[in-house]
């Protein structure tokens, strides 16, 4: 997930223009529930993009931020300097610096296809671990709907419709910038590269098996691009 470093300074400007981005931030939030008082966390916290409008929506929530790019964690503690309840950490999708159910809420938002596939199951568990009984999971990320192989046709086919279709979006919404982001990225995804696209069925296995219920799947319009909430709630 060190990937991001070289973005350090420009990373929230490549997703300005972009509207399926504001709009999963929004669902996100609407699906946050009331956490006035409560703490939560944002894993993959970036330069802090979520963190903020989570501040500003729960003024009294003491917000923790991991991310385990340096360059991302220097950017992210310079915005939020001097802001008491709002705590950067550095860490891992595997290594959560937080007691054992500390939070009642984990967000994150297009990070969590950076974890390797050995490690997902891994990565489900710690989140778990460090969500309070019925604390809330709310995920957000690009998702595919074949899983196999890299070389695979049928997953390839798949993986390619998604990011260009997402792309020729963006460049007729003006997000330039966003469209050849996107567009960088498709080699490394197609060959599993750091970038390690899957279905939502293969993660909400990995959250049930980690102790989450009530899982659900939210599309972020236009669907076709494969931009998903999955939602789910620690077991009691």
Request: with cysteine; proline share 7%; glycine share 10%.
């Amino acid at each position: 997930m060190g990937f991001w470093d070289q973005f350090e300074g420009d990373y929230e400007g490549l997703f300005d223009r972009d509207p399926m981005y504001r709009d999963a931030l929004d669902m996100m939030l609407r699906l946050a529930g009331d956490l006035s008082g409560k703490r939560a966390l944002d894993l993959g916290c970036g330069v802090g993009t979520l963190l903020s409008l989570l501040a500003e929506a729960f003024p009294t929530a003491d917000l923790y931020g991991v991310d385990p790019s340096e360059k991302m964690l220097r950017r992210c503690e310079r915005r939020f300097q001097g802001e008491e309840g709002i705590r950067i950490l550095r860490g891992t999708a595997v290594r959560i610096p937080l007691p054992d159910a500390h939070v009642h809420a984990v967000f994150s938002n297009l990070a969590l296809h950076h974890v390797p596939p050995p490690e997902r199951q891994a990565c489900a568990r710690e989140i778990s671990r460090v969500l309070a009984p019925g604390g809330r999971l709310v995920y957000a990320d690009m998702f595919c709907d074949v899983d196999g192989p890299p070389e695979d046709p049928e997953r390839c086919r798949d993986i390619i419709h998604k990011m260009v279709g997402k792309s020729l979006y963006d460049l007729e919404h003006g997000a330039y910038r966003t469209m050849l982001l996107h567009l960088g990225d498709l080699p490394a995804v197609l060959k599993e590269e750091g970038e390690y696209f899957t279905t939502d069925r293969t993660w909400r296995k990995a959250f049930r098996e980690a102790g989450l219920d009530r899982l659900e799947v939210l599309p972020v319009p236009p669907r076709e691009y494969g931009y998903r909430i999955i939602t789910g709630v620690k077991r009691g």
